[in-house]
């Protein structure tokens, strides 16, 4: 009896240690393989508009890595054109009507023209400082509300310094008599 648990025994572990070792031919090489996704993405694949060649060479813009192509579909813009809309409307550039007032009162001191490269390489610094403890750092432990606290506005307080001051805020909820 003991004998046929032990010949059962190594039996099994046998099986299983070569069972580990196989290379997975079903999964991995076999034929039987249907979510390869070596191939194209028939659902990925866009229809373009058709190419033209451009009246003057030097009138077509630069490329740009990632950025559009002439012949890339622009479903918005055919949409506005189709409606009898102007489709240039649709890429923003410079500064709408609306927002040229607050703008011009933003920029009234002096307007930077580097200052997101300034401002990131201020954050790599900041963020350099305050990384957090050791044990923190090693558990992955998030240390960012802590380190920008400082930083944050409480928006109560500044609520009650404003109506303090006289400044109207209509766009705060009114205060509660207890």
Avoid: W
Avoid at 86 to 108: E, F, W, Y
Wanted: glycine share 10%; charged share 25%.
């Amino acid at each position: 009896m003991a004998k046929v648990k032990i010949t059962l025994l190594v039996t099994l572990v046998s099986a299983l240690a070569v069972t580990g070792c196989s290379r997975g031919e079903g999964k991995l090489g076999g034929m039987m393989n249907l979510r390869s996704g070596s191939g194209p993405d028939e659902f990925a694949i866009l229809p373009t508009k058709p190419l033209e060649a451009p009246s003057d060479y030097t009138a077509l813009p630069e490329p740009t890595p990632g950025g559009s192509n002439l012949t890339d579909p622009t479903p918005q813009a055919d949409a506005v054109a189709a409606m009898g809309g102007n489709p240039k409307r649709l890429n923003r550039t410079g500064i709408d009507r609306g927002d040229q007032g607050i703008v011009a009162a933003a920029s009234r001191y002096g307007v930077s023209s580097d200052i997101r490269t300034v401002l990131a390489e201020e954050d790599i610094e900041f963020r350099k400082r305050n990384r957090g403890r050791l044990l923190e750092r090693i558990f992955g432990v998030t240390v960012y509300f802590g380190a920008y606290e400082p930083q944050t506005l409480d928006r109560y307080s500044e609520l009650e310094r404003m109506r303090r001051s006289g400044i109207r805020t209509p766009a705060a909820p009114p205060d509660v008599a207890n």
